[in-house]
């Protein structure tokens, strides 16, 4: 199984500030790595597909890039919104993991 | 719009088995892959399954694997997991989500991209 890991496992940010959030595999995915976004007591959001393909309806301020093992999400001007958990996940082979989570505070 | 909605999540006792529903709307069901993921309380996503636009192709992840067993519907717009043998390690909130289509992949792309609210399942004696 491909194992994800992510860095850091909480951050804590001010509105306005630019947040990078880093997600490794333990092998290359190419770029068949996806982000979610998941807000307390919510179900979680695709943010990015592909790496770096925003899905419809989010806004720009998010971003990704990687490929291989190495990838980032960062959110460009903090939103209030923007506080909640962000997830990678690997869709290469099965089983689909999931990294263990950000959690971006105030 | 589509919308999803999980049901059949309930408290069961160790070992006993469970059936989820979720019901597809707003959407052409069948040409969707389809996915179940669980949350146990305070803890991250794990993937469980997922099943393409024709059921052609099924995968589960090694934890659920001869245990869990998913399958839809087309004509009835229903993605199901059947659960057997349930252990305390179960508990979690269900979720289901469709997948994005894509030209590439199709009905077996597995980018989840729309999530039901998800369905509570506690086994506990």
């Known amino acids: 199984d491909i194992q994800m890991s992510q860095s850091p496992s909480s951050l804590s940010a001010s509105l306005g500030d630019r947040v990078i959030i880093s997600c490794r595999a333990s092998q290359s995915v190419t770029t068949y790595l996806n982000w979610y976004q998941q807000r307390p007591g919510q179900a979680p959001k695709l943010l990015i597909y592909d790496s770096s393909t925003l899905q419809s309806g989010v806004p720009s301020r998010f971003s990704g890039s990687g490929s291989g093992t190495d990838f980032t999400l960062t959110i460009t001007g903090l939103q209030r919104e923007d506080f909640a958990i962000y997830f990678c996940?690997?869709?290469?082979?099965?089983?689909?993991?999931f990294g263990p989570g950000t959690r971006v505070d105030l | 719009e589509a919308q999803l909605l999980a049901s059949g999540g309930t408290l069961v006792q160790p070992g006993g088995s469970l059936r989820l529903s979720c019901a597809g709307s707003g959407f052409i069901f069948s040409n969707y892959a389809m996915t179940w993921v669980r949350q146990a309380p305070g803890k991250g996503l794990e993937w469980l399954s997922a099943?393409?636009?024709?059921?052609?192709?099924?995968y589960y992840a090694g934890s659920v694997r001869g245990r869990f067993t998913t399958s839809r519907d087309n004509s009835q717009n229903t993605l199901y997991l059947q659960m057997s043998d349930l252990r305390a390690e179960d508990t979690a909130v269900y979720y289901c989500a469709k997948s994005l289509r894509l030209p590439r992949c199709g009905a077996e792309c597995y980018q989840a991209d729309f999530w039901g609210q998800g369905t509570q399942v506690t086994v506990s004696s």
């Open positions: 996940q690997q869709v290469t082979g099965t089983p689909f993991t």
């Open positions: 099943i393409s636009g024709t059921s052609r192709s099924v």
